[in-house]
């Protein structure tokens, strides 16, 4: 069974160490998601330790900022947030804008990373890049919201 085209759509999006060190940064990233609708489904505060790190970015290992990524993520307090919108993954990842910050800052310079974004390591948040990097990354920062059920019982309230 198809969803249908109005259905809310989960991600995961984190604010990065150098913007939660930041209080107008972290306001301004919190401020977006506030403008654009998104609905905070959860929210949480945490420092991750360097194997919490090496786990969730298991896929670039081996590759030549894998290291400083790490050491970077593990610097300071993350933000994590289960967000919900209309095609909630790809509208945050345009809200955050590139990876690079030197392209970010010039084919959008009033994205989240064109307009915050430090180097390309540091570069102020993440979003999920698929479903099921969405449904894994979910369940690794709330292991107790289950998203089954949300999208079962409170997404047709919500929509
Ligand atoms: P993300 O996963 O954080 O949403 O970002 P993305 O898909 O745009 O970027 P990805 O290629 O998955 O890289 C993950 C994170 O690694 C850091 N990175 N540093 N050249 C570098 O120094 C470099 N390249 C990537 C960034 O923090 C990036 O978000
Ligand atoms: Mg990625």
Known sequence: LGRSPQALQLTLAL????????????????????????????????????????????????RFFYQRLVEFMASGPIRAYILAHK??????????????????????????RGSFGLTDTRNTTHGSDSVSSASREIAAFFPDFSQQRWYEEEEPRLR
Not at 17 to 25: C, G, K, S, T, Y
Not at 36 to 62: A, P, S, T
């Open 15 to 62: 604010i990065k160490p150098d913007a939660v060190a930041h209080p107008l940064i972290l306001e301004a990233v919190h401020q977006q998601i506030l403008s654009n609708k998104f609905l905070i489904v959860r929210m949480r505060e945490l420092l991750w330790r360097k194997e919490d790190c090496q786990r969730f970015y298991h896929e670039h290992e081996g």
């Open 87 to 112: 095609d909630a993954i790809q509208l945050w990842r345009t809200l955050m804008g590139p990876t690079r910050v030197f392209r970010a800052r010039h084919v959008a310079p009033d994205s989240i």
